[in-house]
């Protein structure tokens, strides 16, 4: 789990393993992922754009750039949240994924929402 704010808005995330739909005999893993867009701040602010990083056991580092998130490009009023799930499947039990958000004020200021590094693991790690 991870929460970074930038500019009021707060970026929580919650991961969790996914087993029925991944096959450790062979090395495919998948991960889901909530987050919560929360505007905490006192100026509308819309969501455009992604930028995830993910770096998996082996540390192969993959970039994933796209419009909006889950086809939604959410305007958060002041005190407005959107939550969403997506997931991430991994060839390693292990990896760590972190982004931004590319967001637009009503006036045209853009700026980069941080999604703080978060863990993906299995449960079963854990112990």
Request: charged share 20%.
């Amino acid at each position: 789990m991870s929460t970074f704010t930038t500019q009021g808005i707060k970026v929580l995330t919650k991961p969790f393993y996914i087993a029925e739909e991944s096959d450790p005999e062979n090395n495919h893993y998948v991960f889901g992922y909530e987050i919560a867009i929360v505007n905490e701040g006192d100026r509308p602010a819309q969501l455009i754009d992604r930028h995830w990083i993910i770096i998996d056991g082996e540390n192969h580092r993959e970039e994933v750039k796209g419009e909006g998130v889950v086809g939604n490009q959410p305007t958060l009023e002041p005190g407005q949240s959107f939550v969403y799930r997506s997931y991430c499947p991994l060839s390693t039990d292990y990896g760590i994924m972190r982004g931004t958000y590319g967001m637009v004020r009503p006036d045209g200021e853009r700026f980069e929402a941080t999604i703080a590094p978060f863990v993906l693991m299995p449960h079963w790690m854990l112990n």
